[in-house]
């Protein structure tokens, strides 16, 4: 059993509110009740709200990944070209999932730790017209990077033969800026545990009316993750699969808390938080990942310093019960990352970069933590001022 007050600092699963582990564990209900049907609803309307749609919000059980099959078995038939835009493990997994349902996946592959340039994707596109579906991760938990979604989806609706844009939102969606009718997203994919604040097992899908109709005429194999299936049980109150009742009672007390937060201001709140966050780790003399235009509001990923091997760096925080992540596929080993997403409050990340500092001055670096908690919370109150 962990340490109930550890400081959960992977990105994702997330924190848990006391009142949504409470409403997890809430007596069980008949999944094809009324009650069900207005839990559902519920969700469905309060999410949709947060991400800037009037579509229907679909949810699934399963984790993100599974979403991310659903958004690829249902827009696509073997053999359509599909343009995936890589720039960390996430978008990998996105072309590595076309590519085994069939898709002929091409790539515009951005460096590691760096975002997607909307002028090359347009020269890109320009120059291939024949895709029937993009592929984008909004924000790219493996690298702490965020996408200039606004822009790519700009560029992917000028192009001509008018391709899908599909979106990985998965660490994003809910705490930063996301506007899926005003931008023009055809599919959007994220999960519970992320910054909605509930256990990891229900996966959410928003699809446009480009979106449901290739749903429609798709031809890829699918069944579990049939999204026709999804559409038409949501219009009853109810799922076609026995779903994860328990995280959705969950997952409606952490979208009830967004929804009255206010999403400006639950961007705001991440937004100060990821540079307090940033300013700290870089007091203390680690280096960013991602240029400071296009790091993520939700995850930051620093460089280990030389030297430092991550399975000591990493014993060393968990025994000061601070729990954060290390690096993923090309990033393993060197990098650490720090999730600040969800139900999070700038105290937690004081002692967690607090904590930094002490394990990074036990193992012979010379930091200074003071300065670094002057830092952020420096940044913290210039990042705040302006919603007050
Ligand atoms: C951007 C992104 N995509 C996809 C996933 C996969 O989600 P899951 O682990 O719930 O399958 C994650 C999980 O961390 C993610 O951050």
Redesign the pocket.
Known sequence: MPAMDQNLRV??PTPLPLEVREAQSAPMINHRGTEFGELLREISAGIAGLIGTREEVLLLTG????A?EAAVVNTLSPGDRVLSVTMGA?GD?FAKIATAFGAAVERVEVPWGQAADPAALAVHLAANPAYRVVLV?H???STGVTNPLHELAGVVRAATGEPLLVV?G??GLGAMPFEMDAWGIDLVIS?S??AFMAS?GI?IAALSRRARDAAEAARMPRAYWDLREARAWAAKGQTPWTPAVSVLFGLRVGVRRLVSEGRERTWARHAAIALAVQAGLERLGLRIVAAPEVRSHTVTAAWLPDGLDWPSFNAAMRAKGVIVAGGQGAFAGRVLRLGHMGAVGIDELRDAVRLMGETLAELGRATDATAALGAMDEVYRAGLAPVG
């Open positions: 990105p994702g984790s993100g990944t599974g991310m996430f997994r991760t924000n790219e938990t990985d998965i660490s999960a545990q992320k990891p996966a």
